[in-house]
């Protein structure tokens, strides 16, 4: 692709909204490429801007205390009403939303560009090109245990995928934000899988992250460039993986991280 | 103990408790006249408890609210005879004709300090947003704020990807334009 088919995908590609292919190829001409490269950067950084300084601003406490009065209220108001009432009220208020159901229901929303997948995709990149490789394979040596401190406890290091088509290469111990995490590196079937293990009480490093998981979701997926993602929380660990390969297959491998 | 008769209402609290300030603040930016934010979050909150006795938990909440606020606005935003007409359809294979970056030499020094370009935005982003069309705001919000996928934004908007991607662009264009435009006047 030529300079200017690259600039016309800047917005997509900085937005991790192209195919793998893609983004190769973008990539690759950035890297060879100052001009470009230099732009993509400065783009990079307004859009980091604007977003930030659009989300600025705290909620309005009085305004959310009087939602949540009249929202009690109309529930028990409606709990009152007469039978015939509230079946008259159920059936209007139905016709009105039926069509909006319709298409929310079963809605793909959900996956979202987050803070700790963004953090961790750099780290996986250069696993897959070999430039970061396991510290050690099975029980946690003594060395890496006494550099551990505090904020890593050795049972983050024990919390592997247990389904039999994950095999560990090894782990880690790495930095992810300044957050110490437990990093194995494997693969499941044959596909390289990076599995970030941390304490619960780090997440806060990770705002975004820890507002999707405490809005109830068991498992928060997101596509990263053409990475998939995955988190959940396991006891007092948070769980992550991510890996070139589908949705289900990550979820089903964080979900058997015991 | 928790009543059983208020068990609903506990368990929609509780989902909407933790998205409470980005409904908020993307709502403050999304609505064309100020005063309306407040309606605009109650009636899209009393929507939504309204319907959550068919919400599914294998739905995703956050989703589903801002699809509603996004509803319930426009339609405050329609009063006042702003809504978005002037989108234009992009399809994926127009995507060569959307603005690409400008050249460096164009950009100022806000990049290099980002709390230059807060300060210029608290100034002027209120007038910079109301350059844009309602969907191309919609669309900006909901990436930066909501922090959705193009896929998923045209799911909430009903509209087409290659739209998202095409509203999304003018509407960071837009932006760039009228800040820079901002910073050359308070330049001294």
Known sequence: MKCHEIRNLALAYLDSELDAKTSQEIQLHLQSCGECAQLFEREEKFNECLSKVLGVGQPTPALWEEIESRLRHQHRSAWLFPRWRAVALGSFVVLILAGWLTGLIGSRFGASSLDLAQAVVKDHREFLQGKITPEFKGALPDEVAKKLGERLDAAAFDKIPSTGRFRSEGARLCHVGGVPVAWTLGRYDDVPVSVIVFKRSELEHFPKTERRLETGEPIVCTRTGHFQFAVRFAGDHVVCAIADTSKQTLEDLVRSVL | MVREDEQPADRFLALLRPIERDLEVYCRRLVWNEHDFRDAIQNAVMRGFKAFDRYHDDTNFRAWMFKILTNETFALNRKYARAAKHEFHLDPEELAV?????????????????????????????????????????????????????VDIAESLAIPLGSVMGNLSRARLKMRNALQRSQSRTAP
Not at chain 2, 114 to 124: I, M, N, Q, S
């Open chain 2, 98 to 150: 959307l603005p690409a970056p400008q050249s460096a030499s164009a950009e100022t020094d806000w990049l290099a300090a980002p709390g230059a370009l807060r300060e210029a935005l608290d100034e002027c982003l209120v007038a910079a947003l109301q350059t844009l069309t309602d969907t191309e705001r919609a669309v900006l919000l909901l990436r930066a704020i909501g922090e959705f996928r193009y």
